[in-house]
């Protein structure tokens, strides 16, 4: 079985920074693809950042240059830098994973909340 655990939300204000982390565990010996995606209240989950096992990244151009995804493939875990933080990126954070093993199953995490004050 599969579990993402993620850690790093909280409160910040406009201009600020946070760093999410999601550590995949489990009997897992290769990740192809792991991402960020986020859900504000009332509007639908967005894909955020991903990147790929061999470290290709894409965007979402909202993110484009203030947030950094990477990923530490030791440790199965994912991670995204979010710079210069505006309060439009208040949501609920998830990471997913795809790939695992090879097979075609996705994993979610259970979310954490990103609030950013004005």
């Known amino acids: 079985q599969v579990q993402l655990v993620e850690s790093g939300g909280g409160l910040a204000q406009a201009g600020g920074s946070l760093r999410l982390s999601c550590a995949a565990s489990?009997?897992?010996?290769?990740?192809?693809?792991m991402a960020w995606y986020r859900q504000a209240p009332g509007k639908q989950r967005e894909l955020v950042a991903d990147i790929t096992s061999g470290g290709s990244t894409n965007y979402a151009d909202s993110v484009k240059g203030r947030f950094t995804i990477s990923r530490d493939n030791a440790k199965n875990t994912v991670y995204l830098q979010m710079n210069s933080l505006k309060p439009e990126d208040t949501a609920v954070y998830y990471c997913?994973?795809?790939?695992?093993?090879?097979?075609?199953?996705?994993?979610w995490g259970q979310g954490t909340q990103v609030t950013v004050s004005s």
């Open positions: 997913k994973i795809g790939g695992v093993n090879n097979y075609s199953i996705q994993y």
């Open positions: 489990g009997s897992i010996f290769s990740i192809n693809v």
